[in-house]
């Protein structure tokens, strides 16, 4: 079903991007696509920049204009280049306009492996929305949704951060670095004394290098730094402290060195904070967890994510319990806790929120 019969030269970045994907795949074209209602007049203005997603570790990304493509030909159900770029021109208003190579350069634009960005199970138009939403918005789950609903006008997509960060963050699986004033686009290197080189970064997280796999720092060692950072500070790996480094031994580069003990670089593990999906939670919303009748306040939520509550920490909903949505959810549903349904719900115990209360057995949370 998969024909990876992009043109390298065109997009490297999509190819890698579509051929590296591991996750649940399917073509396109083997979909009935779901999304035919987009009106003529969308107000997308698609910038060049794109967005960067993780596979194993490695960072890959998409333009907007890619993304566009792979949404109109899925959208249209089409791989005629001319309907693409009337669409992406005068639909979704790209600047500047859609060239027929750009279209032809992908190959068969309905023949993608698009992943399951939507986590339904399914692959579909949906989930090329997600994809060209999250290269013009990034990856923030409330703007994607915005987008998709207010922009794209297509309604029931709704995903939450969660699933996007297992596309739009380093897997978790990776090792990381710290190293205060790095650069978006640096490039670190470890090495032995002698220059060998034990590991590479793949990408970069705010002030984390990240590297596939962990490693071993021996003595001598080297932490090398591409471009060099400005003001440079002591840096923590795994708990020791590299407080020498220069910007004169590898020019052009900051090098810290390990004259300690070799150092083990092992994986580091995301904390997954703990969350309850409330279908129709607003962006605002508050989620308070209490014992019987109210008290006492067992947690309260940090934030909201699309439809999931988000907390700082595991806890247990005991027998009786509550949890009260503020504001209110017009029409409450039962949701599923840890996999319990909370069947039982109403908008009058606390008035102005919604009350779920557990009549079963205590509920761990985390
Ligand atoms: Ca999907």
Redesign the pocket.
């Known amino acids: 079903m998969f024909q990876p019969n992009f043109k390298p030269s065109r997009n490297s970045a999509l190819g890698s991007l579509l051929l590296a994907s591991s996750l649940a795949v399917a073509a396109c074209s083997a979909e009935t696509p779901q999304v035919t209602q987009v009106p003529p007049t969308l107000t997308a203005q698609v910038p060049e920049e794109g967005v960067a997603f993780y596979y194993d570790g490695v960072k890959t990304s998409i333009t907007a204009r890619d993304a566009a493509v792979l949404f109109a030909a899925c959208t249209l159900n089409t791989n005629d280049a001319a309907k693409i770029i009337s669409f992406a021109n005068t639909t979704l208003k790209l600047q500047p306009p859609l060239t027929s190579a750009e279209v032809t350069g992908l190959g068969d634009p309905l023949k993608p492996a698009i992943s ?9 138009c ?2 090329a929305a997600v994809l060209f939403a999250a290269s013009v918005v990034g990856s923030d789950a409330n703007k994607i949704n915005g987008f998709i609903a207010g922009t794209l006008k297509i309604p029931g997509i709704n995903v939450s951060q969660t699933q996007l960060d297992s596309f739009f963050r380093p897997a978790p699986s990776g090792v990381r670095i710290t190293i205060p004033g790095l650069s978006a686009g640096a490039t670190v290197t470890v090495t032995r004394s002698d220059g060998t080189v034990i590991a590479t970064s793949t990408s970069v997280s705010g002030n984390e290098a990240i590297f596939a796999a962990p490693f071993t720092i021996p003595f001598g060692g080297q932490i090398r730094v591409t471009p060099a950072i400005a003001s440079p500070q002591p840096i923590s790996v795994s708990g020791f402290t590299l407080s020498v480094f220069d910007n004169t031994t590898n020019p052009g580069s900051t090098t810290y060195f390990n004259f300690g003990p070799p150092i083990n670089v092992g994986p580091v593990t995301l904390p997954v904070s703990p969350q309850i999906t409330i279908p129709g939670l607003s962006a605002s919303a508050t989620v308070t967890v209490t014992g019987v009748g109210g008290s006492p306040v067992i947690a309260t939520s940090t934030s909201v994510s699309g439809n999931e509550a988000i907390f700082a920490a595991p806890f247990t909903i005991p027998f009786g319990g509550q949890i009260r949505v503020t504001p209110a959810i017009a029409s409450p549903q039962p949701i599923s806790v840890s996999g319990f349904t909370l069947s039982v719900f109403d908008n009058t115990t606390n008035p102005g929120s919604t009350t779920y209360f557990n009549f079963g057995p205590p509920i761990n949370v985390n």
Not at 116 to 124: A, I, S, W
């Open positions: 399951d960005f939507t986590g339904d199970g399914t692959v579909n949906s989930d």
